[in-house]
């Protein structure tokens, strides 16, 4: 019986032992190809393959058609300046949506937090990689300037959207992945880190990346003088938007018919989300375009063009408040940022009594054709439109998505050089001078807040930056109350409007990964 026990004992501690050995064997991992993390962040080619994956990571917020590629267009139409007719973007500009952290509007808001922050990690983990790696000092601080500038960009889009952040600079690991965090981080804290980062960039990086559509020296120099604004360090905002300016590397384009081109490869572009047809990571179609073009094709006579825009759904548009701040002979409305009219192109469907180029005017703003006209004939954006030769017969397009440009740099420098020195100051004058000579109007001879935010309308509408002006301001919660949508049609955001909205809330599902009394924003 002993002996019948011994042999079965024997038999199953050698079957242990091989079991055991092989999982030893299974654990031992051994990769099968030569990407690993330690190429990844140890090696030269790795940690710029790690870099140009964090351009396509931040594509990825623009990157889809998702409710008509909503998620691009949230912040250009929660301003005083469009007038939006419908579908999902129209719950957003209306301020039914974006004001609960729970439910289908948190997951919403989810989006936004969890892209910067996902952006955040991966360049902790580039940096952490890069700095710890024996490669050549200069090369590393190049990649590490790059990485810091993306860093800073999506910080300070947090901070603005969210107010109650929190920052950090070591990558997630095993080790700190369950520490929950208990509190913001102090608005010191957040501006020091955006500083230093942006700082160290300049530093290190150069005024020509090398392949376009990369972080530059320019791009860095105009995230810092927008961050000095925000600390009203006139000073640094003016020093920085000068060192743009007078770089030599960067000119407006005169021509404003060639600014949004769809491809936007020229000297006004500091940073360009880019998108390509046909190629492997060029990115998908979107719906950007779609959404600021009128659906004029509906019209009897009138067919989808290249010119006047392609195919539109008629969604979002400049509203009367945005139109009036214009000058009749703005060339800005020439076709050029916006298109005023639209005429009868198709031979085919001619109705009676018009004639092939005649202007469409069969439906007036107000009225029984109201409608109509909101989603067939307003005036639309052309900042949007796909680079030329694109098929006008479809709504879905490749175009590459200005984030910042020169312009924006002109009248941050304006601001900055006019609360330094007075309303008279010359340095002021001649940059938003500068704006207003290539639209072909009248120069001013005074400057003045009101001067610079109607003028920042005029030449930025709609380019996701006009929420954080007027926030940083203290002019949101007036201007959205005054002026949102149109009289008496879309205009509901001036009524829903109110003074804790300035600061989105923090989606409940990120909040309850937070430490217990981390702090939602005020008023939800």
């Not at 938003?432 to 109607?454: C, F, H, K, M, W």
Request: aromatic letters at 12%; a negative charge; one cysteine or more.
């Amino acid at each position: 019986m002993n002996k019948k026990f011994t042999y079965k004992t024997i038999i199953f501690l050698m079957i242990c032992g091989l079991s055991f050995q092989s999982c030893e064997d299974f654990l031992d991992e051994e990769s099968l190809t030569d990407v690993s993390l330690d190429f990844v962040y140890t090696t030269e080619e790795g940690l710029n393959s790690a870099l140009v994956g964090l351009y396509h990571l931040n594509r990825l917020h623009h990157n889809n058609t998702s409710s008509n590629s909503f998620r691009t267009l949230v912040m250009p139409v929660k301003s005083d300046l469009a007038v939006v007719r419908t579908g999902e973007i129209g719950l957003w500009a209306w301020l039914r949506w974006g004001d609960s952290p729970i439910g289908y509007e948190g997951t919403l808001l989810h989006g936004y937090w969890k892209h910067y922050y996902k952006i955040v990690d991966r360049c902790n983990a580039i940096i952490q990689g890069a700095e710890q790696s024996d490669l050549d000092q200069e090369i590393l601080d190049k990649l590490i300037a790059e990485v810091k500038t993306m860093r800073a960009n999506a910080y300070f889009t947090l901070y603005r959207m969210f107010n109650n952040i929190y920052v950090r600079t070591e990558p997630t690991s095993p080790e700190n992945a369950f520490i929950r965090i208990e509190d913001k981080s102090s608005v010191e804290e957040i501006f020091n880190l955006l500083k230093e980062d942006l700082d160290f960039a300049i530093e290190h990086l150069d005024w020509n990346s090398v392949s376009y559509g990369r972080l530059t020296k320019g791009t860095a120099h105009h995230i810092r003088s927008k961050v000095a604004l925000w600390e009203e360090d006139w000073q640094a905002a003016a020093e920085n938007a000068d060192a743009v300016i007078e770089s030599g590397y960067h000119s407006l384009v005169q021509n404003l018919q060639n600014v949004f081109d769809g491809i936007n490869d020229h000297s006004e572009t500091l940073f360009n989300i880019q998108f390509e047809s046909d190629i492997a990571g060029g990115g998908n179609r979107t719906l950007i375009n779609w959404n600021f073009t009128p659906n004029y094709g509906l019209i009897n006579g009138a067919k989808y063009s290249q010119d006047m825009g392609g195919k539109g759904g008629g969604f979002i548009f400049p509203n009367n408040y945005l139109l009036s701040l214009f000058d009749e002979d703005d060339q800005r409305l020439d076709n050029t940022y916006f298109r005023m009219k639209y005429y009868y192109n198709d031979p085919d469907n001619l109705p009676a009594g018009v004639s092939l180029g005649d202007e469409i005017d069969i439906y007036q703003p107000t009225g029984n054709t109201q409608s109509f006209y909101y989603q067939r004939l307003h005036p639309g954006c052309l900042k949007f439109t796909p680079p030329a030769g694109f098929d006008p017969t479809v709504g879905t397009q490749y175009a590459n998505y200005i984030i910042y440009r020169l312009a924006e740099t002109y009248l941050i420098g304006s601001e900055a050089h006019m609360r330094m020195n007075g309303n008279g100051d010359a340095k002021a004058l001649q940059y938003i001078n500068a704006i207003r000579n290539r639209a072909g109007i009248t120069p001013l001879s005074y400057v003045d807040q009101t001067e610079i935010l109607n003028e920042r309308a005029r030449e930025l509408a709609f380019e996701g930056q006009r929420w954080y002006t007027l926030k940083r301001m203290g002019m949101l919660y007036n201007q959205i109350t005054l002026y949102a949508g149109d009289d008496g049609y879309k205009d509901e955001a001036r009524d829903n409007m109110q003074l804790h909205f300035i600061n989105l809330p923090i989606p409940q599902d990120e909040l309850d990964l937070l430490g217990s009394n981390y702090p939602q924003n005020d008023g939800y």
